[in-house]
């Protein structure tokens, strides 16, 4: 089923002194804030974002690579699939290329992490659309 809308937000994380959870720093969702206003995906971006993000083969499942990865994750975006009264979250780390995805209204995780290095394109294609000022983005 596709959500009735899709929603993007930039997100920041908080000073160590504002974070409710400083032990677990940037691995954790209530360490971030939003920046800036939500901005409504087209009906093509949203496509695009739900194919990729649905499609088994746009993760990397062997982690062996990544054993020794010591990307300091900063999750920069955050999708919200909404659907009736279920909204589900894709926050993405582009600097990781990690996704975590998260269920807001039940408090959990639906997938820790998963790495979205074979969608990381079109992701970042479609975000630097939907932030056109942000130079962080553009850089993507």
Not at 7 to 17: G, I, P, S, V, Y
Not at 41 to 57: E, N, P
Not at 124 to 131: G, I, K
Request: net charge negative; proline share 4%; aromatic share 10%.
């Amino acid at each position: 089923p596709q959500a009735d809308q899709v929603t993007a937000h930039r997100l920041r994380l908080l000073n160590t002194n504002e974070m409710p959870d400083p032990e677990r720093h940037a691995a954790n969702p209530i360490n971030y804030a939003t920046a800036g206003e939500s901005i409504t995906l087209s009906s093509a971006q949203a496509k695009t974002v739900s194919r990729v993000l649905t499609s088994g083969s746009s993760y990397q499942w062997d982690w062996t690579e990544y054993e020794a990865d010591s990307c300091a994750t900063d999750y920069g975006v955050k999708l919200i699939f909404h659907r009736g009264d279920r909204d589900i979250e894709a926050w993405l780390c582009f600097n990781c290329d990690d996704l975590l995805v998260f269920e807001p209204k039940q408090n959990q995780f639906v997938v820790e992490v998963y790495k979205f290095i074979y969608i990381r394109d079109e992701l970042a294609d479609v975000v630097r659309e939907l932030f056109p000022d942000d130079e962080a983005i553009q850089d993507l």
